[in-house]
């Protein structure tokens, strides 16, 4: 019996054992298919490591023998196989998109040339060509070349000089910046020059054709300059407009200048500029500058008239003082009917009243250009938009206020310079900010954040996955972090929203989004000192990490200050944009004495855009106001025009007039009225029998001496032909005569000029000729030289003066 | 006498008791095995084929070599798509799409198989491109694997 048991059992064991085995075999078969399963994730991830160590550069791209010569660096670590080109021709339309084959192995750090010359394609030098290499490994480069008709290229002409006397010459130099957005390399730059366009009897002259007469290759942010010369002949006030555009360039992408016709050469010949005071140059008469001069006009208002601005300037508080410009009475005037501007230079308060002085160890970003941000109040420099691969991008009008910004795609960002107006440390701190945050992004987004190198102190706003803004800051490595962060609200919505961040103490915090109080806060340890090495906006560090997908703008950052809630509801509905300030303007008809008699046109709350002063409240813009009239307008001589502006909201803004210094451009504020008939007299009264005396303003830079022989007041009569001159007596006190010049005239300075009574035939005695009382267009001529050798020659049109 | 004829009996019973045990155990032990070969053998294919798709899906690869509108304004797009995995892979569906506006345009493809370093170009028709300024551009092959761009109009 028990042998028979031993038997079953045997027969069992023979069971189990096939059993077993096969469980064996099974997961045996199961960890080798698991091995062969995870050498294929090896496999496949060592594939997308060396994809992206594979990187190479296209360097050089030319057109040799009708076909394309590209050469390609391998900036990469690793081989690589170039098995594609594509090649599209943007300029003609029918030519179908190509590829070509290549097989082109590349070793690091290795540059190879003459890509493109095996293929069977001919290119021409005037067509623009967008191609494509691509690896074996699926990585690719694009290139453009030669086409400047996809986007506008930055051209400037600069005419050197813009003003020479008749049959003078001027240099035209033209530049081209390849400024273009898509690493396009252009080709084969020929600038073409216009026909010049003349007013009057001007004429022209090529003396020397464009050199050099091409480029062969303008390379992204690269420029290249062209010059021409011509000889300018004409009469004064005359000029030539020369206009350059490219071959093959974009329709309406030129650059102009203006040569105008004059007896002026200071830049050329004497390099020191003389300004008359109290005097207008060649101005159009249409242009009625606002004069700091209050003589003779009702209460106490300012001036207005065809007349260059004569003093060091002005400064007017357009909020305080609501300034009335009058024009002078004595003349009568019709003016046709047309457009009416104001080109107003001022600059915007950097902030509302109640921040107003609050503009140090801080930084302001409005971002008004396409290029690194500059800080408005000069404290911080140095920062950058990203990489090249990582730039924001600029959108001129996508502000909260109409002004410009910059768009975030999740990895973009911008870094600031850290410096000691930025650089957080101990509290108080605040940062503002507009932001449009792209609905349906997941994840945690930063928009501000400043930290150490390696990450373990910092300051840091976002938007976490939750769609709530937060607040975050830690002041030391292993401590607890203080918090702030809102709740119950998506702010993820496409919408503008205003944030700003305070700090008020080293470990506490509140958030207001939109000027109002959101947070729920937790308070956290450390030592309160927050050190911090970089600043990023729109992402967490240069890596990107927790990119933001939106619109920044309007970033202001208080490094020892903590704005209270007051502040922050002013600082919400400050308008940054188009309408930082709304100003109602009237252009009046009124008699002499200033009593409005007829309206001409009222703007009521026109908006006024936003100029940044930077640092020192400088005027560098000018914005203009417009309001077109439907009517002619006719000015009796007992008559004046009156220019009111009238402050009503937005920040303090101030204007800047009267500043001999400001001659280019923004140029002083002025009223420009349509076609006019006759001039506005203007406030220049001149005594016919007896001596009168001019001022005269030295730039410099050097000291300047003015002769007898050519320097002379003339007068012609507004009427008749009548004619009238005045012979140079004086200077500041002591003769000048046909055997003595004046004194010496240093730079900066004001010089007395006494002329003799006008007569006809002009003399510095007697009362033969004398010039009888009437309107008559005076002019002054002056003659000299000047310390560096050079000589003086000017003419200054005074407009319309009164002789009594 | 009573007593011999007893054991004889009685062994030939255990006899025939133990042979109809022992056929017992070898008819369910035979049972057992070949159910158990059975089943290991099923989900030894289920498993080997579970592998193998991972694995080949692993080994596709493939990029968008150029995307690209034929006319302006765009009504057709040309997608090619470049293999550059280890293995031939079978492109079954282009989607593009928009996301701010919810334009969706899925187009199956027929003979979408491209074998490894050879490209495909796959033309899409539709006359509403020109209005979206950027599309994102997905294809998807038969095994699942997807890649995908955005293109501007």
Redesign the interface.
């Known amino acids: 019996?028990k042998y028979?048991r031993g038997?079953?059992s045997v027969?069992?064991m023979?069971?189990l054992v096939?059993?077993l085995s096969?469980?064996l075999?099974?997961f045996t078969?199961?960890i080798h298919?698991?091995e062969?399963?995870n050498d294929?994730?090896i496999?496949?991830g060592m594939?997308n490591i060396d994809k992206s160590r594979e990187d190479f550069e296209i360097t050089n791209i030319r057109i040799d023998s009708g076909k394309f010569n590209l050469t390609v660096f391998n900036t990469g670590e690793i081989p690589l196989n170039l098995?594609?080109f594509?090649i599209?021709n943007v300029t003609d339309?029918s030519w179908p998109?190509q590829?070509f084959t290549l097989n082109t192995i590349v070793t690091p750090k290795q540059i190879v040339t003459n890509i493109g010359q095996e293929t069977e394609l001919y290119a021409l030098d005037s067509q623009a060509y967008s191609m494509?290499l691509?690896t074996?490994?699926?990585n690719?480069k694009e290139i453009s070349i030669n086409s400047p008709n996809q986007e506008k290229l930055d051209l400037k002409l600069i005419a050197l000089p813009e003003t020479v006397p008749d049959k003078f010459r001027t240099t035209l130099l033209f530049t081209v910046t390849n400024n273009m957005t898509n690493q396009n390399t252009l080709l084969n730059i020929k600038p073409i020059m216009n026909t010049p366009q003349t007013t009057g009897t001007a004429t022209h002259m090529l003396i020397t054709s464009m050199v050099p007469t091409h480029v062969p290759i303008l390379r992204q942010g690269d420029a290249a300059s062209f010059i021409w010369i011509y000889e300018i002949s004409g009469s004064i006030g005359e000029s030539v407009t020369f206009t350059v555009s490219l071959e093959n360039g974009i329709s309406g992408n030129t650059a102009s200048a203006t040569v105008s016709i004059n007896d002026v050469l200071l830049a050329q010949q004497s390099t020191t500029a003389l300004t008359a005071t109290s005097v207008s140059g060649n101005t159009a008469k249409d242009l009625l500058f606002f004069h700091a001069e209050t003589e003779q006009t009702p209460n106490n208002a300012f001036q207005m008239y065809a007349g260059d601005p004569d003093i060091i300037g002005n400064t007017i508080s357009v909020e305080t003082d609501n300034p009335k410009f009058f024009t002078n009475n004595g003349t009568s005037v019709n003016i046709s009917q047309g457009v009416w501007n104001a080109s107003l230079t001022y600059f915007s308060a950097p902030f509302p009243d109640s921040l107003i002085d609050n503009n140090n160890n801080n930084m302001i970003f409005h971002f008004e250009l396409n290029s690194a941000p500059e800080d408005s109040t000069e404290n911080t420099s140095g920062h950058a938009l990203g990489s090249s691969s990582n730039r924001p991008t600029y959108q001129s009008t996508s502000g909260p206020h109409g002004s410009g910004a910059f768009s975030f795609d999740g990895s973009d960002y911008i870094e600031i310079n850290k410096e000691s107006e930025n650089d957080i440390h101990r509290s108080p701190d605040s940062t503002a900010l507009w932001f449009k945050a792209t609905d349906?992004i997941s994840g945690k987004q930063i928009l501000y954040r400043a930290t150490e190198n390696n990450n373990d102190e910092y300051y840091e706003i976002g938007i976490d996955s939750n769609d709530n803004v937060y607040f975050e800051f830690l002041t030391q490595k292993n401590k607890i972090p203080t918090k702030c962060i809102s709740s119950g609200f998506d702010y993820e919505n496409n919408n503008w929203q205003h944030l700003v961040a305070t700090r008020p103490t080293d470990q506490s915090c509140t958030l207001y989004i939109n000027a109002t109080s959101v947070n729920t806060s937790s308070v956290g340890t450390g030592d309160g000192d927050i050190n911090i090495d970089k600043i990023f906006i729109g992402a967490e560090d240069d890596n990107p990490n927790y990119g933001f997908n939106g619109i920044i703008d309007d970033v202001l950052h208080w490094d020892d200050y903590a704005l209270l809630s007051g502040e922050i509801s002013d600082l919400k509905n400050t308008n940054y944009g188009n309408a930082a300030h709304l100003v109602t303007f009237y252009i009046n008809k009124t008699d002499a004495n200033g009593i409005v008699e007829s309206n001409i046109a009222t703007s009521l709350n026109y908006p006024l855009k936003f100029l940044d002063g930077k640092k020192d409240g400088d005027f560098l813009n000018s914005f203009n106001y417009s309001s077109a009239i439907g009517t002619g307008v006719s000015v009796t001589s007992t008559q004046r025009l009156v220019f009111d502006m009238q402050f009503q909201s937005g920040l303090d803004i101030d204007m800047r007039i009267d500043d001999m210094a400001i001659t280019q451009n923004p140029k002083n504020s002025f009223l420009q009225t349509p076609n006019l008939n006759s001039s506005f007299q203007s406030y220049i009264t001149i005594i016919g029998d007896q001596s009168n005396t001019l001022k005269m303003y030295s730039a410099g830079p050097d000291t300047v001496w003015i002769t007898f022989d050519n320097t002379r007041l003339t007068f012609s009569d507004t009427i008749s032909s009548n004619t009238y001159a005045s012979l140079l007596l004086q200077a500041n006190g002591t003769d000048v005569t046909s055997n003595k010049d004046s004194i010496a005239f240093p730079p900066f300075t004001t010089l007395n000029l006494t002329f003799s009574s006008a007569k006809n035939p002009p003399s510095t005695s007697g009362s033969v000729g004398v010039i009888p009382p009437g309107n008559y267009v005076m002019k002054m001529h002056l003659g000299g030289y000047d310390v560096a050798g050079g000589t003086i020659s000017k003419s200054i049109n005074f407009g319309t003066v009164l002789v009594e | 006498m009573k007593l011999k004829q007893s054991k004889h009996r009685r062994g030939l019973a255990?006899i025939i008791t133990?042979a109809i045990?022992?056929s017992a155990?070898?008819m369910m032990?035979?049972a057992?095995?070949v159910w158990?070969?059975s089943s290991?053998a099923t989900?030894?294919a289920d498993?080997?084929n579970t592998?193998s798709n991972?694995?080949n899906k692993?080994?596709e690869?493939?990029?968008f070599?150029?995307v690209?509108c034929?006319s302006?304004p765009c009504n057709q797009m040309?997608v090619?798509i470049?293999n550059?995995g280890d293995v031939g892979l079978d492109i079954d569906e282009i989607t593009v799409s928009e996301?701010m506006s919810g334009f969706n345009k899925i187009q199956l493809v027929n003979n979408g198989q491209i074998m490894p370093?050879d490209?495909l170009k796959i033309a899409i028709d539709d006359a509403s491109f020109s209005s979206y300024g950027v599309l994102d551009v997905m294809a998807k092959t038969s095994r699942g694997s997807i890649i995908q761009t955005q293109t501007s109009t």
Request: hydrophobic residues 35%.
């Open positions: 019996m028979r038997l079953s027969i069992g023979i069971f096939v059993v096969s469980v075999g099974y078969y199961g298919l698991v062969q399963v294929q994730v496999s496949k594939e098995t594609r594509w599209n339309s998109l590829n494509k691509i074996q490994r699926g690719s349906g | 255990t133990s045990m022992m155990v070898c032990g035979s057992g095995v158990s070969q290991l989900q030894q498993m080997t592998a991972y694995m692993l080994k690869s493939m990029v070599e150029y690209y034929t302006d040309n090619v470049t550059i996301k370093n490209s």
